[in-house]
Every structure is written in structure tokens, then in C-alpha cells.
């Protein structure tokens, strides 16, 4: 069960146990975590599951794909090289310890 820690714009830190293959999104509405609204249901039609992978997580958590999370991503107003959007991200082992920062507001 890989546990995730998201971090508010302000530095509240809520780390919360993921189901395996369940998306970051989920793990956060699940979870109650303040910030993480998941408006589309993890269709990538909306932006507010957006946050940013931390840096010492960059080189080791996915890309975005090609296509649709790309296209939502680059429509946002605090776009930054290490965006995603968190029902894009799917949780397993190898992401025990993910570590992703939130903006100030979801759009």
C-alpha cells in the first residue's frame, strides 16, 4: 500500500495510505485531503486535481502522456515543468513515499 504525501500551497502536509492502482486523485478525495477536488472524476476534463510532482520525486514518477493531460495541463494558469494531474498519476509500489505539492487554487 504505497502511502502519498500531498502539501498544501501553505506547507500542511496530509499523508494518506493509497489503494495500489488507485490514482493520486483518488487517494486524496478518499482521504478528505483539503485541495483536491477531482471535479471531473479523473476524466481529464478539469484542471482542479492539479499538483506538482516535488522535485526530488521528478525523475522518478511518470510523465505525463501525450494527449489529453498534456492539453489540460498547458490550459493552466500555474502550469510549471513538474504539473500533473493527480487522476493521471496510478499509485503502486514503486511510488511509496510520492511527495506532491498543490497550488493555491484549482481551476
Excluded at 521528478?58 to 495541463?73: D, H
Aim: hydrophobic share 40%.
Amino acid at each position: 500500500m504505497p502511502k502519498v504525501t500531498f502539501i498544501t500551497h501553505d506547507g500542511k502536509e496530509f499523508t494518506v495510505d493509497a489503494v495500489a492502482e488507485s490514482s493520486a486523485m483518488e487517494a486524496a478525495t478518499h482521504n478528505f485531503v483539503p485541495g483536491i477536488d477531482g471535479d471531473c472524476g479523473g476524466s481529464v476534463a478539469c484542471g482542479t486535481c492539479h499538483v506538482f510532482v516535488d522535485n526530488a520525486w521528478a525523475g522518478k514518477a511518470p510523465q505525463p502522456a501525450e494527449g489529453a493531460e498534456k492539453e489540460m495541463l498547458l490550459l493552466l494558469d500555474n502550469y510549471e515543468p513538474h504539473s500533473r494531474l493527480a487522476c493521471q498519476i496510478k499509485l503502486t509500489d514503486d511510488l511509496d513515499g510520492l511527495v506532491l505539492r498543490m497550488p493555491r487554487g484549482q481551476h
